[in-house]
């Protein structure tokens, strides 16, 4: 029912910033949450931020502070800026959103398991040295 498709990834020096952009189609009303997701080669997917319809957001310990998700509803556009980038931001980045509930709580539980119902098929991000 929803789409997703991510862009923005690419070749990032070290310290520098990113910008990734995720466009949601078709049931997008029926969205209650979103996030971003990662995975390093070799590596399990692991949880980068979370935003809800209204705002709300979270961030994973190691980006929080210099990183920011939002969301353009006019757009259908969600948005991540990770700025002082390090080697183990690189890998690639995924959009994902949830449909089922729009309790906050749900929210928060089916991103801890990463187990939001819709997925994009991911952008690809390298931190040069």
């Known amino acids: 029912e929803v789409r997703l498709e991510e862009s923005g990834g690419g070749s990032v020096q070290t310290g520098g910033s990113l910008s990734l952009s995720c466009v949601a189609s078709g049931y997008v009303y029926g969205v209650y949450c979103v996030g971003w997701f990662r995975q390093a080669p070799g590596k399990a997917r692991e949880w980068v931020a979370t935003?809800?319809?209204?705002?709300?957001?979270r961030y994973q310990d190691s980006v929080k502070g210099r990183s920011s998700i939002s969301i353009d509803n006019d757009k259908n556009t969600l948005y991540l800026r990770l700025d002082s980038l390090k080697p183990g931001d690189a890998g690639t980045y995924y959009c994902?959103?949830?449909?089922?509930?729009?309790?906050?709580?749900?929210?928060?539980?089916?991103?801890?398991?990463?187990?939001?119902?819709?997925w994009g098929q991911g952008t690809q991000v390298t931190v040069d040295s």
């Open positions: 994902a959103a949830e449909t089922a509930s729009d309790a906050w709580s749900y929210c928060h539980l089916v991103v801890a398991a990463m187990r939001l119902t819709y």
């Open positions: 935003i809800n319809r209204a705002g709300t957001t």
